[in-house]
């Protein structure tokens, strides 16, 4: 016992009496021999005691069969909680109009009384929030059908891998894990688990539901108890909120890969093709609308993963694996012209979940898709009209804005072939992408991996671009973009990235990226394709193919190079003016923002290394003499 007298969920939901007759009963004899065959009484027995307590009237044990697969999709749409659309293999989700995002005020991190992360994290004492979330669960499934579901995330039979396990009353949530994750029903089987804190438990409902949604919305709790490796949440149905091994699996992760040495990122990771043949592997953290998806999506290269990384140091190098099989992504703007993979698989026949989209005849409508959309039809408010507006008086859209969709990767043509490789794929380069539209050139090369991440990872920030997101031009510190998911202190998180590269023999190049920089005018100084070519940039960077000009900042591209790679990727002049705009060195703007990060990190931040401060100041002083030499607003030709 800890000093509460918690030290495990059994204390406060202790073992079920007469375990074989509630399996028997719920779960009828083929769930119970599922769960007999698993010869693994640590799982059994915390399946059991959920099962009491949420107390559903029939519980499906999902084994790693096709048919159980078919079986959860199939009720899905029997239960109403996905409609068919008019292609084949397509079906909709609607979320209710209060439940259509992650619930950050109620997402909670569990701690013993008396430990804090920091004050950007939202957490609770662990005592309290148990008994809290406990009394909710309390029959919480009663005249329900629950499912439980075995996973893996990360490639099966890998050091990657961790077993997952997931209880909830959502036929959806238990149909999108089965396209999101790979089947893990064999790993359990497997592995002979001596306690519960071996894998990860995912404990789901959507509670009391009324016209098919959540009702008991003032009653939604996401809470994260790191002790035992638990998420538990309850009435809640949008997928932030109840996908356990998506982002709430990412605390748990971060914790766990802070403890073993290696790193849980909010990453993507895509192979990116070189000259004859080659394939140079890159991960990237960029903040919410700073260009993560359009990346990590580019029709000539390849997609391992467009949202988590697992990062592991093998002989000496990076590999890196994708816990996912599949993607939850947001919808809206995607479109033929500027998203033609992902366009193509959400127009084909196959398997694909529409969440929070408009229907009009059997068909999806979403902001963005730059094609003529209803002035009638159905939504996650109901019957919908243009110019329809909610209790407060505000219009609705015909789609929401974090309206999502759910496919398998392999269902995409640009499907990388490690997808599921054990092994992993390894990391040649690792991208931080930023939104500020008057201070980081397009791309630049760090000048070690201990500059990039205190100087890029660690500062990274983003613009707010309309009210939604906030105060237009205001800049949001996100760190690495892991910000919202870290369950460890912030300057325990960066003292981490710096000893993993302390380990690597040959570590990544490292590079940051700003799709957004603007001029005077406010004019935009990239194209939108113009990532491509920062792309082949680094990729021939990662091997010394391609020589850079050393600024105070880090390296950037030489002219010749960038006017070879825009005519042969783009079939683009690329003009000597516009790379005298886009990679001049802005000193003024740059001293603004080491000052803005290193207020955060000595004000409102603990256990701040002082290397970070120190290499800021560094960062500084050179910047100041450059200033001195030079002026304010550098052209590129001055470093060479």
């Given at each position: 016992?800890?000093?509460?007298?918690?030290?495990?969920?059994?204390?406060?939901?202790?073992?079920?009496?007469?375990?074989?007759?509630?399996?028997?009963?719920?779960?009828?004899?083929?769930?119970?021999?599922?769960?007999?065959?698993?010869?693994?009484?640590?799982?059994?027995?915390?399946?059991?005691?959920?099962?009491?307590?949420?107390?559903?009237?029939?519980?499906?044990?999902?084994?790693?069969?096709?048919?159980?697969?078919?079986?959860?999709?199939?009720?899905?749409?029997?239960?109403?909680?996905?409609?068919?659309?008019?292609?084949?293999?397509?079906?909709?989700?609607?979320?209710?109009?209060?439940?259509?995002?992650?619930?950050?005020?109620?997402?909670?991190?569990?701690?013993?009384?008396?430990?804090?992360?920091?004050?950007?994290?939202?957490?609770?004492?662990?005592?309290?929030?148990?008994?809290?979330?406990?009394?909710?669960?309390?029959?919480?499934?009663?005249?329900?059908?629950?499912?439980?579901?075995?996973?893996?995330?990360?490639?099966?039979?890998?050091?990657?891998?961790?077993?997952?396990?997931?209880?909830?009353?959502?036929?959806?949530?238990?149909?999108?894990?089965?396209?999101?994750?790979?089947?893990?029903?064999?790993?359990?089987?497997?592995?002979?688990?001596?306690?519960?804190?071996?894998?990860?438990?995912?404990?789901?409902?959507?509670?009391?539901?009324?016209?098919?949604?959540?009702?008991?919305?003032?009653?939604?709790?996401?809470?994260?108890?790191?002790?035992?490796?638990?998420?538990?949440?309850?009435?809640?149905?949008?997928?932030?909120n109840t996908l356990g091994p998506k982002k709430l699996s990412m605390r748990l992760a971060i914790k766990e890969s802070r403890e073993e040495g290696w790193l849980t990122e909010h990453m993507f990771i895509m192979g990116v093709h070189g000259p004859k043949g080659r394939v140079s592997y890159f991960t990237g953290a960029?903040?919410?609308?700073?260009?993560?998806?359009?990346?990590?999506?580019?029709?000539?290269?390849?997609?391992?993963?467009?949202?988590?990384?697992?990062?592991?140091?093998?002989?000496?190098?990076?590999?890196?694996?994708?816990?996912?099989?599949?993607?939850?992504?947001?919808?809206?703007?995607?479109?033929?012209?500027?998203?033609?993979?992902?366009?193509?698989?959400?127009?084909?026949?196959?398997?694909?979940?529409?969440?929070?989209?408009?229907?009009?005849?059997?068909?999806?409508?979403?902001?963005?898709?730059?094609?003529?959309?209803?002035?009638?039809?159905?939504?996650?408010?109901?019957?919908?009209?243009?110019?329809?507006?909610?209790?407060?008086?505000?219009?609705?859209?015909?789609?929401?804005?974090?309206?999502?969709?759910?496919?398998?990767?392999?269902?995409?043509?640009?499907?990388?072939?490690?997808?599921?490789?054990?092994?992993?794929?390894?990391?040649?380069?690792?991208?931080?992408?930023?939104?500020?539209?008057?201070?980081?050139?397009?791309v630049e090369e760090a000048f070690s991996w201990k500059h990039e991440i205190l100087t890029k990872g660690a500062t990274l920030e983003s613009e707010t671009t309309s009210a939604t997101l906030g105060k237009t031009g205001e800049r949001r510190f996100n760190p690495m973009s892991n910000l919202d998911f870290l369950s460890?202190?912030?300057?325990?998180?960066?003292?981490?990235?710096?000893?993993?590269?302390?380990?690597?023999?040959?570590?990544?190049?490292?590079?940051?990226?700003?799709?957004?920089?603007?001029?005077?005018?406010?004019?935009?100084?990239?194209?939108?394709?113009?990532?491509?070519?920062?792309?082949?940039?680094?990729?021939?960077?990662?091997?010394?193919?391609?020589?850079?000009?050393?600024?105070?900042?880090?390296?950037?591209?030489?002219?010749?190079?960038?006017?070879?790679?825009?005519?042969?990727?783009?079939?683009?002049?690329?003009?000597?003016?516009?790379?005298?705009?886009?990679?001049?060195?802005?000193?003024?703007?740059?001293?603004?923002?080491?000052?803005?990060?290193?207020?955060?990190?000595?004000?409102?931040?603990?256990?701040?290394?002082?290397?970070?401060?120190?290499?800021?100041?560094?960062?500084?002083?050179?910047?100041?003499?450059?200033?001195?030499?030079?002026?304010?607003?550098?052209?590129?030709?001055?470093?060479?």
């Open positions: 016992m800890d000093e509460e007298g918690v030290t495990k969920i059994r204390d406060i939901l202790p073992p079920a009496e007469s375990e074989e007759k509630i399996l028997v009963e719920k779960c009828g004899e083929d769930g119970y021999e599922k769960l007999s065959n698993l010869d693994n009484p640590t799982v059994v027995n915390l399946i059991a005691r959920y099962i009491k307590y949420c107390n559903p009237a029939t519980v499906f044990i999902r084994s790693d069969d096709k048919k159980d697969a078919e079986f959860i999709r199939k009720r899905s749409i029997e239960k109403g909680e996905e409609i068919p659309l008019k292609t084949k293999g397509h079906t909709v989700h609607f979320d209710g109009p209060n439940d259509q995002a992650r619930d950050k005020e109620s997402t909670k991190i569990l701690l013993p009384k008396g430990k804090e992360i920091g004050p950007q994290f939202n957490s609770m004492e662990r005592k309290k929030g148990l008994k809290e979330i406990h009394t909710y669960l309390k029959n919480i499934m009663e005249g329900k059908e629950a499912y439980v579901c075995f996973l893996s995330l990360g490639p099966k039979n890998s050091r990657f891998s961790i077993p997952a396990l997931q209880i909830t009353d959502s036929a959806y949530v238990a149909h999108s894990e089965d396209i999101l994750y790979r089947n893990g029903y064999e790993i359990f089987k497997k592995e002979k688990f001596e306690t519960e804190e071996e894998f990860y438990k995912f404990v789901h409902s959507a509670g009391k539901l009324e016209n098919g949604v959540s009702k008991k919305i003032d009653k939604r709790r996401i809470y994260t108890d790191l002790q035992t490796n638990t998420v538990l949440s309850t009435n809640t149905q949008y997928g932030g960029f903040p919410s609308a700073c260009g993560k998806t359009s990346t990590a999506m580019i029709e000539s290269e390849n997609l391992v993963g467009d949202d988590i990384a697992y990062l592991r140091e093998v002989d000496g190098e990076v590999r890196a694996a994708n816990p996912e099989r599949g993607i939850f992504g947001i919808i809206r703007d995607v479109n033929s012209e500027d998203d033609p993979l992902i366009w193509k698989t959400l127009t084909s026949e196959g398997e694909v979940i529409f969440s929070n989209v408009l229907i009009k005849n059997d068909k999806p409508y979403w902001l963005g898709m730059k094609r003529k959309i209803p002035e009638k039809g159905v939504n996650y408010s109901g019957e919908w009209w243009e110019g329809k507006e909610n209790s407060q008086g505000k219009i609705i859209t015909p789609s929401h804005r974090n309206a999502r969709y759910t496919v398998r990767i392999s269902n995409l043509e640009n499907k990388d072939p490690n997808l599921n490789n054990p092994e992993g794929v390894k990391v040649d380069g690792i991208i931080y992408g930023g939104r500020d539209s008057d201070t980081c050139v397009p460890i202190p912030i300057g325990e998180y960066i003292k981490h990235q710096l000893e993993f590269g302390q380990k690597l023999d040959d570590p990544p190049s490292i590079f940051s990226v700003n799709y957004f920089l603007k001029d005077e005018n406010g004019n935009y100084l990239n194209g939108f394709h113009d990532k491509k070519v920062w792309l082949k940039w680094m990729e021939l960077r990662t091997h010394a193919d391609v020589e850079a000009i050393k600024t105070p900042t880090g390296y950037i591209p030489l002219y010749e190079d960038l006017r070879e790679l825009f005519a042969k990727v783009l079939d683009k002049e690329y003009s000597k003016e516009e790379y005298r705009n886009q990679f001049r060195l802005r000193i003024p703007e740059h001293l603004s923002k080491i000052d803005r990060i290193e207020k955060i990190y000595k004000e409102d931040l603990k256990n701040t290394p002082d290397i970070l401060l120190e290499t800021l100041e560094k960062q500084r002083e050179r910047l100041k003499a450059k200033r001195q030499k030079y002026g304010d607003y550098i052209h590129p030709s001055k470093f060479k």
